[in-house]
């Protein structure tokens, strides 16, 4: 690919060629999907036990698309680093899934889905994409509901929806407060099925290290089996990665421990481009950490924000318990600086003005990382039991954690990372750029754009493992060329030196006897992050976290220690693997936050901002995705850009004062 | 708080195993159980020791990855997962016996961690709808009472971490089996092989060499989801109803 | 691993209920509640003996003829004789095979024991060995007369009266009969579970009936033994 020298900021990158998706169809927005589909080549079905496909990851989309595909005939080689696929941390979402049905009859449509979800990612995802997400998403909820997925219900029998994170109508469907594990054991009892069957082959415990590609394509993987720590090769017609998103490269996030980027990370310095590193998710209703040694964060449901109101002291250092702090010593800042939405502004600026709080030294808590969200007027006003209907699991929650009785002590809360938006750049088809290695669910950048909507990220997994991806991966099956020359076996030179490359890493870890733990640089490249690429950004933060991120880089592998063999269970080795992976995206997250010098979605680009301070985004410059193609050790990344078009929603500007 | 910590160390499944003790200083009331050997693990690691083992994940109480067992109590003495019993439910100068879940079903993996496929086994063989992506017909064709639906959810919200069988006398997996069989069977959508699923399930929970179940409770009490005794009675009611059916 | 294909080719149904420990339990359960019915006639019947010799005797005497002319003489004794021995036996023999699959499941103890925990199951285990023994020495005592201090046939109520005049006999009696309370307690419940007779609403109702079946039966019993000992019979 060609490439011109970069504008003159010191951001090290070069521009190449930029991106077309080409498996986009032609015609109408609405006709587009269907013509897809039609325009798939088939793969018979006696030929289907014939092909083998790889998907890596067990969550909403892993075990969606492992079941889809093995029911439809193909022999699938599935992988999970848990012990279990059922644990994927699909499983932890709380509040529900959006879907275009319209039960309700409030007007809604797959056109309204789709436009919110378009305008709620601040126009930068790709029309196209979204529109087909909210045409398939009604029947996600048939197949659930066909699963045994236990929806709540209204007491004529019919599926209850709510209201969710501000949208105007009712779409969201939801299981109490653990939607994403009732869905994900409809899926994880679907793929169990075929394990039963003996369609699918379950690798659990087994973590993927590297992809191999061979002529241009990706053909296999190699992985570690966690127990007995062999390292094998792994190969197969397609590869599917469901590996969820990176939000741990900031260390305390609302992920899972253990979720990583290291399958992402690796397909991508095996060419895959990955899009928008720079665009996360911050969730303003987070417990906030009690320590150091706090090893991970929880959510809360925003619907908290309904009744409880947010303050601090109004002077900094203030450490008087909350009661005895007088009514005028209080600052309900988002009710003073936001006066029309009060404490229900958008989570990026609910959670950026408590962290500008917290940075002025008004923050409440251990560390002062925290504001008060307090329900003492809520209480008087509606009274405990209505409190309790309302929120009582919450509250539980709450005080399982932290020890307070958020009756009497106003909670504390933080904003946490919660979720990637960015990922592997896809195509219409799910497809990388590295042909027959497919993207889908949180580990693809396609369909949130800047900003995801609230109950979302359930309904794309869902659509992606279930509905998209099958017909789109058997239209790539159908193309292959057969035959002797397609076959494969592990001498080939490139999977030895995929081998090779991933034994190697593994005795420098192994091999190093440092006198720091792997943690200790997660922490420390995590709030790193968190202070210079988090919710509010700008180019000297970043240049600086640039600095900083080689130099942390190279002190990790001088200085990690990482004890035991590679023979066996050995879950430093696991860990100190993934933080290396982590020390790489978070540099080429940096860069991408410094070179989109606006503020859009939930980022805060400081230099980038109305006359009265709130975010501007700037659409003539930056109206495109940003992918970037690995260029090679210690030299710079090639940044493609695809040019988004808005045909169908206009793009407008938010407003919140 | 300064603890003494006496912890199950096996280097793999056929190695010996013994009780180690561990002091561990500077423990706040705030953390939880799992960050307490987090920081064990720290240290150990800077010693150059060989850190301890364990299954964890979501840190949240939902992925049903963690669980050990703390002076003889699945997920000790509250009633939620390691992961989420907190420091403060211990005094200073305690000394805690930690254990792996013991079951011939659940061979140990390495020092705390076991090997609970047997669960996924039990599911494979029978706790699912067979409902192929696509054949769904519209959500609203089959109004489901909503007792049915809350019936259904007490049962499927089972996070599938084992406590049960850890608890139980017997090492029976009973209370997980019956979870899986009362979530379908309460649903009209999982009627239809509901005595396809109870046989199958059951005989492979006995395959697995899982105990049999002798009413003790304990399971119950330790699950931390509150996964309800009486579905044990109906998942036996349920099976000798498709015994007799089986000719 | 259980093959996929295993419920295509369903088993009989009383191979599923004697290979599987649901089926086995329940076998338990059925035997158990036949012969906790037994007792309850049982303890009736012994409480004639506060009538006198003459109606105690009486009893014993028509429960040989019972039946009669349909049956013959003894023959309504030998079958509930028979059935009582099946039941003992099937019960028996579930209990041995559960318990050693019981113990097998879990191979390695805890080091940090919790003596509550498996308290149900211990006393289930050990009060049917005592019970069994009881039963053997009861028959031999007051059936066969063979180990009665008196040991005279036709009299019952002569042999019951010497059996409780030794201080062996009140031992081994009310031992045994504390652990029918304590077995018939968990095990009625127990059986109602296996069953799936109790629900989530009869829960209650069904152990209160446990309990106060267990303590009926065990202060029925030792009435006989303590009247003795006291001399309000002899």
């Known amino acids: 690919m060609t490439s011109t020298p970069a504008p003159p900021d010191r951001a090290a990158y070069r521009v190449g060629t930029p991106l077309r998706d080409t498996a986009v169809p032609d015609g109408p927005l609405a006709e587009r999907w269907d013509r897809r589909r039609f325009e798939a080549r088939l793969v018979s079905p006696a030929a289907r036990r014939r092909h083998t496909v790889i998907v890596v990851g067990t969550g909403l989309a892993g075990s969606a698309a492992g079941a889809t595909l093995a029911e439809q005939g193909y022999r699938v080689e599935q992988f999970c680093f848990q012990d279990s696929p059922r644990r994927a941390h699909s499983i932890a979402a709380q509040g529900g899934i959006n879907a275009a049905k319209n039960y309700r009859n409030d007007g809604d449509s797959v056109r309204r889905l789709f436009h919110d979800t378009v305008k709620g990612g601040d126009f930068r995802a790709r029309e196209s994409n979204v529109y087909r997400l909210a045409q398939v998403s009604a029947e996600i909820i048939d197949q659930c509901v066909a699963q045994g997925v236990p929806f709540a219900r209204e007491y004529g029998g019919l599926l209850d929806t709510r209201s969710f994170g501000g949208a105007q109508v009712s779409r969201t469907f939801y299981a109490r407060g653990q939607t994403g594990q009732q869905l994900l054991l409809g899926a994880y009892q679907a793929l169990s099925r075929q394990i039963a069957a003996g369609t699918v082959t379950m690798h659990p415990r087994t973590e993927m290290l590297d992809l191999v590609v061979i002529d241009g394509r990706a053909r296999g993987i190699i992985a570690r089996d966690l127990v007995n720590g062999r390292v094998d090769t792994y190969l197969a017609d397609a590869v599917v990665l469901a590996t969820g998103g990176y939000g741990n490269v900031f260390y305390l996030s609302t992920n899972a421990k253990n979720s990583n980027a290291t399958a992402v990370w690796r397909a991508h310095r095996r060419g895959a481009l990955f899009a928008n590193p720079c665009f996360t998710q911050i969730h303003p209703t987070c417990i906030p950490r009690s320590g150091e040694h706090q090893a991970k964060l929880t959510l809360m449901s925003e619907s908290l924000r309904n009744d409880g109101r947010i303050w601090v002291p109004v002077t900094p250092g203030d450490t008087r318990p909350p009661h005895e702090i007088p009514e005028s010593e209080r600052d309900y800042y988002l009710e003073r600086l936001y006066p029309a939405f009060g404490n229900l502004v958008p989570r990026d600026i609910a959670s950026r003005a408590a962290k500008n709080v917290c940075d002025d030294g008004r923050g409440v808590g251990p560390g002062g990382q925290g504001v008060y969200l307090d329900f003492a007027d809520a209480l008087a006003r509606l009274g405990r039991a209505a409190i309790e209907e309302r929120y009582g699991n919450l509250f539980e929650m709450y005080e399982r954690i932290t020890g307070e009785n958020p009756y009497d002590v106003p909670m504390r809360i933080y904003p946490a990372i919660h979720y990637t938006m960015g990922g592997l750049w896809v195509d219409y088809d799910l497809q990388t750029t590295v042909p027959g290695l497919f993207a889908v669910g949180e580990a693809n950048f396609s369909d949130h754009g800047a900003n995801r909507l609230g109950a979302s990220a359930l309904m794309q997994g869902l659509a992606d493992g279930y509905f998209v991806l099958p017909p789109v991966l058997g239209d790539y099956l159908a193309r292959l060329p057969r035959g002797a020359a397609w076959r494969v076996d592990e001498d080939h030179p490139a999977v030895r030196e995929a081998m090779f490359d991933v034994t190697d890493r593994q005795y420098a870890l192994l091999s190093n006897n440092g006198d720091r733990t792997a943690d200790s640089f997660h922490r420390e490249l995590g709030a790193l992050l968190w202070d210079r690429c988090g919710m509010a950004r700008d180019a000297d933060g970043l240049r600086q976290a640039l600095d900083r991120i080689p130099a942390l880089r190279e002190e990790f592998w001088h200085r990690v220690r990482v004890p035991g063999s590679g023979t066996e269970v050995n879950q430093s080795l696991e860990r100190a693997g993934r933080i290396a992976d982590h020390l790489e995206l978070a540099e080429l997250m940096c860069l991408d936050a410094l070179h989109r010098a606006e503020s859009c979605g939930g980022h805060f680009r400081t230099e980038s901002r109305t006359e009265d301070g709130e975010a501007a985004r700037r659409d003539e410059e930056f109206s495109y995705v940003a992918a970037w193609e690995f260029a090679g050790p210690g030299r710079p990344p090639v940044l493609h850009r695809e040019q988004l078009a808005f045909d169908h929603v206009h793009p407008t500007r938010r407003s919140y004062a | ?247 | 691993m259980a093959p996929a294909t295993r419920t295509d080719t369903r088993p009989s149904t009383v191979t599923l209920i004697w290979r599987t420990t649901v089926g086995k339990k329940a076998v338990m359960a059925v035997t158990g509640v036949a012969m906790l019915l037994y007792l309850v006639v049982h303890m009736l019947g012994n409480l004639k003996i506060f009538f006198g010799p003459e109606d105690f005797n009486g009893y014993a005497h028509w429960l040989r003829t019972l039946g009669e002319p349909f049956l013959r003489y003894e023959w309504f004794l030998w079958f509930a004789r028979a059935g009582l021995l099946a039941s003992v036996v099937l019960h028996g023999l579930a209990a041995y095979q559960l318990t050693r699959l019981d113990r097998a499941a879990r191979p390695v103890a805890y080091v940090h024991r919790d003596a509550r925990r498996d308290y149900a199951t211990r006393t289930m285990r050990w009060g049917g060995v005592i019970l069994a023994l009881f039963v053997v020495w009861h028959i031999l005592d007051l059936t066969t007369g063979t180990v009665n201090p008196r040991g005279e046939a036709g009299n019952p109520y002569g042999n019951v009266v010497a059996t409780f005049s030794t201080w062996y006999g009140n031992t081994i009696y009310c031992v045994a009969m504390l652990a029918v309370g304590l077995h018939v307690r968990h095990g009625l419940l127990s059986a109602g579970r296996t069953l799936g007779a109790v629900g989530r609403r009869s829960q209650h109702a069904v152990r209160v009936a446990s309990e106060t079946l267990a303590l009926t039966l065990t202060a029925g019993f030792l009435a006989v033994p303590l009247a003795v000992m006291t001399g309000v019979v002899n």
């Open chain 2, 1 to 247: 708080m300064r603890l003494t910590l006496r912890v199950w160390r096996q280097a793999g499944p056929d190695a010996p195993g013994r009780m180690a003790r561990y002091e561990v200083t500077d423990v706040s009331p705030d953390m939880s159980f799992l960050e307490v050997l987090d920081t064990l693990n720290e240290e150990l690691t800077l010693r150059g020791e060989e850190p301890v083992a364990f299954d964890h994940d979501c840190r949240e109480g939902i992925c049903g990855a963690c669980g050990v067992v703390v002076n003889g109590q699945a997920h000790g003495p509250e009633r939620t997962t390691a992961c989420q019993l907190h420091m403060r439910h211990f005094a200073d100068g305690d000394t805690i016996d930690v254990e792996p879940w013991r079951a011939a079903a659940f061979p140990v993996v390495k020092d705390l961690m076991v090997d609970r496929s047997a669960l996924d086994r039990i599911v494979a063989s029978g706790g699912y709808v067979t409902a192929p992506t696509g054949s769904a017909p519209e959500a609203h064709a089959m109004p489901v009472p909503k007792e049915d639906a809350e019936r259904a959810f007490e049962n499927a919200a089972c996070i599938g971490c084992g406590a049960c069988v850890a608890a139980c006398p017997n090492g029976s997996a009973m209370l997980f089996t019956a979870a899986k069989a009362e979530h379908l069977g309460a649903l009209p959508q999982g009627r239809v092989e509901g005595d396809r699923r109870v046989l199958a399930m059951v005989e492979t929970m006995d395959d697995e060499g899982f105990g049999g179940c002798t009413n003790t409770g304990a399971c119950a009490t330790a699950c931390p989801k509150g996964i309800p005794l009486p579905s044990i009675a109906a998942m036996n009611r349920g099976f000798l109803a498709a015994a007799r059916r089986a000719r």
